[in-house]
Nanobody, 124 residues
Framework: QVQLVESGGGLVQAGGSLRLSCAASGRTSSSYAVGWFRQAPGKEREFVAAVTWSGITIHYRDSVKGRFTISRDNAKNTVHLQMNSLKPEDTAAYYC?????????????????WGQGTQVTVSS
């Protein structure tokens, strides 16, 4: 079993930055991909970014390209999401998720392990 814990959310003004972290524990392996998803109140959960445990392959949703950066730390047990130039429409609960296998996906149903989420609120 894989456990995921997100941290780093908070309140920031538009144009500001936040750095989210996703710490993994349990039966993790280098074959697990990690994705970030977000869900605003009353909205559907949507894909944000994903990275393989190898760090070679990365995907972003179009609206965050050039602003967000996903990365993996040296211990290969924590994934970060650096969020710059934040906009009010980025306001949501952000979740990290793990997917066993060598590939990554933008589809939430393909991820079997989820964290509890961390709230990001961007004021205008």
């Amino acid at each position: 079993q894989v456990q995921l814990v997100e941290s780093g959310g908070g309140l920031v003004q538009a144009g500001g930055s936040l750095r989210l972290s996703c710490a993994a524990s349990g039966r993790t392996s280098s074959s697990y991909a990690v994705g970030w998803f977000r869900q605003a109140p009353g909205k559907e959960r949507e894909f944000v970014a994903a990275v393989t445990w190898s760090g070679i392959t990365i995907h972003y949703r179009d609206s965050v390209k050039g602003r967000f950066t996903i990365s993996r730390d040296n211990a290969k047990n924590t994934v970060h999401l650096q969020m710059n130039s934040l906009k009010p429409e980025d306001t949501a609960a952000y979740y990290c998720a793990a997917r066993p296998g060598v590939g990554i996906s933008r589809w939430a149903y393909e991820y079997g392990y989820w964290g509890q989420g961390t709230q990001v609120t961007v004021s205008s």
